[in-house]
């Protein structure tokens, strides 16, 4: 069984460009989590997909956009970056099925800066 | 406005002796409260979790109390190994049907000196 994997692992892109992040979930998991862990503080959720539906949105702009696939893997995608953007971003999945207490397994994470 | 508060950024122990990581939420609607712990370079692994039907939960060296009525939980590493040296997120979720996103407090810093 393999765990949660992201790539890549690190990324440097300059301000105004698009980015896209990936994530493949552990395997018999079909829910897929973003988090964005700042410097200092914890994750902080971003969105959810749920069997290819987004599931949950946190308190990001639109410019913040996902995708799951049919296999239950996702990418994140964001456009317009921001200096702020530069953070730690996690991906987590978990057997979601609603009600469950599904506890959520993360990956490594991507470390994106932004010049 | 932090749900989700762990108040003292870090925390050293002696090996052997317990280590004791404090957690505080605001939101009464968290039904199921979880603890990571966190590497450098490294995704947070999970570590131990527990329902806010139930005040404690126990496993191995790692138990979780949970006081409701004064919103706290707590996590106890019985006895603290050198290798327990991370940081240790507590996380807190409610499962309102539409998702079930974990909210995070900041983290805690744990030294464990040999």
């Known amino acids: 069984e393999t765990g949660v994997t992201q790539s890549p692992t690190h990324l440097i892109k300059t301000r105004g460009q698009q980015v896209t992040l990936r994530c493949s979930s552990q395997?018999?998991?079909?829910?897929v989590s973003w988090y964005q862990q700042a410097l200092g503080q914890g994750p902080q959720f971003i969105f959810q997909?749920?069997?290819?539906?987004?599931?949950g949105r946190g308190n990001f702009p639109p410019r913040f956009s996902g995708l799951q696939f049919p296999n239950y893997s996702s990418e994140l995608n964001v456009n317009a970056l921001e200096l702020d953007d530069s953070a730690l971003y996690l991906c987590?999945?978990?057997?979601?099925?609603?009600?469950?207490?599904?506890?959520?397994?993360f990956g490594p994470g991507t470390r994106l800066l932004v010049l | 406005d932090q749900q989700v508060k762990q108040n003292s950024p870090s925390l050293s122990v002696q090996e052997g002796r317990i280590s004791i990581l404090n957690c505080d939420y605001t939101?009464?609607?968290?039904?199921?409260f979880l603890w990571y712990k966190k590497y450098p370079a490294e995704g947070p692994t999970f570590l131990i979790s527990?329902?806010?039907?139930?005040d404690k939960n126990e496993d191995g060296r790692f138990t979780v109390f949970l006081n409701k009525s004064a919103k706290h939980l707590s996590l106890h590493i019985v006895p603290s190994q050198p290798g327990d040296s991370a940081v240790y997120f507590c996380?807190?979720?409610?499962?309102?049907?539409?998702?079930?996103?974990?909210?995070f407090g900041k983290g805690i810093t744990l030294s464990v000196r040999p």
């Open positions: 987590a999945s978990s057997m979601g099925d609603r009600g469950d207490q599904e506890t959520q397994y």
């Open positions: 395997s018999g998991h079909n829910t």
């Open positions: 997909y749920y069997r290819e539906e987004e599931n």
């Open positions: 939101n009464s609607m968290f039904d199921y």
């Open positions: 527990i329902s806010s039907i139930k």
């Open positions: 996380a807190a979720r409610y499962d309102t049907g539409a998702n079930s996103k974990l909210t």
